[in-house]
């Protein structure tokens, strides 16, 4: 199985400051057929079901904030919040879906300092 | 609207069965690969299986933590998903949720997608 790695596993950032949220994959999740990363990052908030941000390592899903940002290939990638929002604290975690089996990441928290 | 409600989930015996169900609407089941996730209290999300679409004949896939205790099916006539969980252990105890593999295409006849419609999940607990 591909295991993911996030770091850190957890994160306190000021308000209107940058987080970021690195992932790491034990195997490429490169396609070389179609060039594209099968690596996403969900957002999950307390008592809620996990929401899709970023798939393709850097496509943003409908609807979700321009502060989210998605980059990377091979096996590193990052998330990254441009502008901390209030509404932003929740867990996110990064999943391969390279390869069935789909692995997640462990998950990290992220709190208002 | 895109929905996904499950149901099933209570409290049973370590060995014991129990059979959870996801109703869908709002876009066409049969195209659609699903999945269902799990997550332990305060802990993180763990992909429990899948099971592809019409096209490929709705053939399933599971986590080796669930490989031959647990089961993935579909009534197409009712837009249903189902887990049936068999020989159940404490360790399953969890929210499970179902989930749509919505994001991406087909590629060299790989098909896989990210999971961009999550329903609210239902409680499994597996305890004496």
Request: proline content about 2%; overall charge neutral; hydrophobic content about 30%.
């Amino acid at each position: 199985d591909i295991v993911m790695t996030q770091s850190p596993d957890s994160l306190a950032v000021s308000l209107g400051e940058r987080a970021t949220i690195k992932c790491k994959s034990s195997q490429s999740v490169l396609y070389s057929s179609n060039s594209k990363n099968y690596l996403a990052w969900y957002q999950q908030k307390p008592g809620q079901p996990p929401k899709l941000l970023i798939y393709w390592a850097s496509t943003r899903e409908s609807g979700v904030p321009d502060r989210f940002s998605g980059s990377g290939s091979g096996t590193d990638f990052t998330l990254t919040i441009s502008s901390l929002q209030a509404e932003d604290v929740a867990v996110y975690y990064c999943q391969q879906y390279y390869t069935t089996l789909w692995t997640f990441g462990q998950g990290t928290k992220v709190e208002i300092k | 609207e895109v929905q996904l409600v499950e149901s099933g989930g209570g409290l049973v015996q370590p060995g014991g069965s129990l059979r959870l169900s996801c109703a869908v609407s709002g876009f066409i089941f049969s195209d659609y690969y699903m999945d269902w996730v799990r997550q332990a209290h305060g802990k993180g999300l763990e992909w429990v299986g899948r099971s592809r679409n019409k096209a490929n004949s709705y053939s399933t896939a599971y986590a080796a933590s669930v490989e031959g205790r647990f089961t993935i099916s579909r009534d197409e006539s009712k837009t249903s998903l189902f887990l049936q969980m068999n020989s159940l252990k404490t360790e399953d105890t969890a929210v499970y949720y179902c989930v749509r593999e919505g994001k991406g295409y087909c590629s060299n006849g790989v098909c896989n997608y990210a999971m961009d419609v999550w329903g609210q999940g239902t409680t499994v607990t597996v305890s004496s």
